[in-house]
């Protein structure tokens, strides 16, 4: 064994003890692992450098924005929570339901966006069904690994797809793993409600963490936004049409403030386009306009009457808006307009000024409210009430005027973390321009219209340009740059071990000590070997390191790697005995109060009995 290959096995090693130790994130440790093979002289800087143009990690990166998009947009919660609506109160049913749709979901998307997407709407209805959470929240994140019905359903899925196209055989197909998808689920499904019985504890009082951020609806609640706001629709004679609001002067001869414009700009057979804008003086009106009017009914009623309008039923939607949705509070949609509250400074130029007077709309395009002095609210009159230092007002504008408001810090401070909340915010009205590009990127892949590399990148680029995300820099950080660092840092170990012979070596063991038992023996010591160390490593970088052995292996004994590539990937996919194995798992630890304990228990029974009938499975499926 020349000194190379121990250099090479001494850096794995050490890599294993970094990873498993956890002190060190993972993608750093990948990044030395590049660096040591780069310095150690055994890659030149260009192969050490390499996996940063490894089709998988531009493939991966572009996943995470598309993925990232379908929850933005809140099109998984509209499709999960409708299809988990089916299941009622039945245990059982809302059990397999929830690992259905979170296994599906899962094998299109992100596992662990999967799982964050589901954690809350699991909860809820496990509330509904009055039965414990504990029961659901652990197999459902087990769900979202068994669910490997597609090629992009987790990292490894590419990784060892790109190993069989760089050893010269064709790549997988879009839906080559679904078979072993639909087994591995089926087994979940069947093993985990009775082991899930052991989850099941009698203390399961949840306690509700308590935040320091007010959220939208709890501000809307707490200024009454509900109770004052009411939705007017302009006639077709109206006196309003083609005037501005600052013509009309509707806050001073009504006491009224018009915070809102929905204008339905285009009608579909199934999907309309409703355009919301921020009432300004600027603002002029068209017949069919809805306006959110704040005031007093009393006067509200004296607008209609007198302007050719009609107030509408508060239940009534815009286009295919829904009713208090998750992204509503009060009536108001915040998915480009939000609200918060800004804490007025001693040293303010407002201070003593009355509302209307400091062209507060004029100079940065957001309305005042309400305001909340000590203890009290002031909700009527706003306009005409005079501002003090230790004020809080209630704002309402553009999020991105929101934000600037934080420029000013010697007038304000802008309470909580509105552009926090504003990027949690669903932006429904996207959700089918995002299924659209969803559906297409997934039949360019079926039908190889294009190479997937390229179909992904595609459908990222057009994620972006049609306004999915709310900016492009909320589309960066949809991004897992952890997950796309450690496979672009550990991808030049799979070359290292090819280029000084480390993974023939490998290989050469494991045939030695097995090959005479046949193939099968061979492949599940592959399998055995892979999924022992995902229980310290990460999925991506132990399918990196096995990859490569299991193809050599494969090759040396004269079979097909096929079935010893998915071995690889299922082995490192299906790590359910340590909450740490996967993100997934350890995301519901803390919502489930569960113990290291109790994923043994229940994961590890899981795990074997997937890997032993997967021994036997896969050759059936792909065969020798």
Known sequence: MDTQVLLVFAIIIIAIIFFAWGKIRSDIVALSVLISLVLTGILTPAEGLSGFSNSVVIMIVSLFIVGGAVFQTGLAKMISTKILSLAGQNELRLFVLVMLVTGGIGGILSNTGTVALMLPIVISLAADAKTDARRFLMPMAFASSLGLLTLISTPPNLIVNDSLISGGFEGLSFFSFLPVGLITLSIGILLLWPLSKILVSGKNKDRSREKKDKTLTQL??????????????????????????????????????????????????????????????????????????????????????????????????????????????????????????????????????????????????????????????????????????????????????????????????????????????????????????????????????????????????????????????????????????????????????????????????????????????????????????????????????????????????GVSPYPFMFAVTVAASMCFASPFATPPNALVMSAGRYKFMDYVKVGLPLQLVVGIIMIFVLPLLFPF
């Open 220 to 557: 809307a609640s707490e200024y009454k936004l509900g109770d004052n706001l009411y939705r007017v629709l302009i006639g077709e004679n109206s006196p309003f049409i083609n005037q501005s609001l600052q013509e009309l002067n509707i806050t001073s001869k009504y006491n009224l403030s018009i915070v809102e414009i929905r204008r339905v700009e285009s009608k579909h057979r199934f999907h309309k386009t409703v355009n919301m804008t921020m009432a300004g003086p600027t603002s002029t009106f068209m017949p069919g306009d809805i306006l959110y009017v704040l005031g007093e009914f009393n006067d509200i009623m004296t607008l209609v009457e007198e302007n050719g309008l009609e107030i509408i039923d508060t239940h009534k939607t815009e286009g295919n808006d829904n009713a208090l949705s998750v992204s509503q509070a009060g009536g108001l949609q915040f998915s480009e307009i939000g609200i918060a509250e800004v804490v007025l400074m001693s040293t303010s130029k407002l201070i003593n000024k009355r509302v209307r007077e400091s062209n507060f709309r004029q100079l940065y395009n957001v309305n005042i409210l309400g305001i909340r002095r000590q203890d009290g609210y002031i909700l009527q009159n706003v306009k005409d009430e005079r501002m003090h230092s230790g004020d809080v007002l209630l704002v309402q504008g553009k999020w991105s005027d929101i934000e600037k408001l934080d420029l000013e810090t010697s007038e304000w401070v802008v309470a909580g973390r509105p552009m926090e909340q504003a990027l949690r915010v669903p932006r429904d009205h996207k959700a089918p321009v995002a299924a659209t590009i969803l559906i297409l990127m997934i039949l360019a892949m079926i039908f190889n219209v294009v190479p997937t590399v390229i179909a992904t990148m595609v459908a990222a680029l057009l994620i972006i340009l049609t306004g999915c995300f709310r900016n492009a820099e909320s589309a960066y950080k949809s991004i897992n740059w952890e997950s796309t660092f450690l496979f672009a840092g550990m991808f030049p170990l799979a070359i290292a071990m090819e280029k000084t012979g480390a993974s023939v070596l490998i290989a050469e063991g494991i045939v030695n000590g097995l090959s005479s038992y046949g193939p099968i023996a061979v492949m599940a010591g592959i399998y055995v070997a892979t999924s022992i160390l995902t229980l310290f490593i990460s999925n991506t970088a132990t399918a990196v390191l096995f990859a490569p052995i299991a193809f050599q292996t494969a090759i040396s004994i």
